[in-house]
């Protein structure tokens, strides 16, 4: 499983949503009152010791270049973090990430208003359909702080790609996610201090768990587009609402009604259209367009961007 062939990286793409689902199964699994803010500070300590191998990757000379936007995206990655524990734990598991997709569609909304940037018709209607899939996913009458905070953490996910585009260029994705963490570490550890829970090992082994998949998730993910186009297998991400349904049916013995099956759909089918559309119109590898029509290309296509970085950067 190089991820050199596509069908290598689908499979690598397949096994690590079925990873990040895991990672969400072990908080989901924290006892009902666990201390949330000690878990997210001990889950983002124990990943940044598990990248501390992979410091060779680190631009020591401008180590803190960008560090600005860097700070700020740790912060909102570290609310979204909180509010996707509240919401697991609260929601069905399936759920809870079918909410959790509604971050691409998000990416596309807030591309507009931050870059001007142009949607397509379909993207367009991805928008209408995803928003509209969630409200039937979530329905008025079951809206509760663990919805919002569902909504929350897809609000985080999207921001954080967004702002990826800000993030210097050379920087490579080790040293994006090192400085994450770092950054993070503050005030995720005075807000487990202003909580003033007791230590509780169970809390250290579901943030270790957590930490653990969600890091193979990332290194997955990596391995699978480093080598082949990413409009040939970003679809594969889309199982892991599959593994989620599986998971909470089998796991948890939630059981998926007609509702969450017409919003996923509404939600899960114009991205993958957008995904099919961007296939058809990806020149090979080794071609070249004019300028002036790769230009034109890339901001239409501009969605397919933001999904990727998506993937490689915010599901941390």
Known sequence: MSGKTVNSAILLLVIGNAMALISDVFIKLLEPGAPVFQFAFLRCLITLALLLPMAGQLDRKNLFAGLKIHTFRAHIHLAGLLCMVVALANLPLATANAVFYAAPILVMVLSVFLFREKLTPLSVSAV????????????????????????????ALAINAVLVRKLPKQQSTVHKLFLNYLLILPAAGALAWWEGAQWDSGILIGAMG?????????????????QVDANQVTSAEYTGLIWAVGIGWIWFGEVPDLWFLAGSLMIVVPLLLIGLQHRRKEPARGFNPAPE????????????AGKIQLARECRE
């Open 128 to 155: 209408f359909s995803g928003f509209a899939g969630i409200v039937l996913i979530l329905r008025p009458v079951e809206f509760n702080w663990a919805a919002v905070a569902a909504l929350g953490s897809a609000f």
């Open 210 to 226: 957590s930490a653990l998949f969600i890091l193979g998730y990332n290194i997955t993910v990596l391995l699978a587009y480093r």
């Open 293 to 304: 029509q790769q230009g034109r290309r890339n901001q239409e296509e501009s969605f397919s």
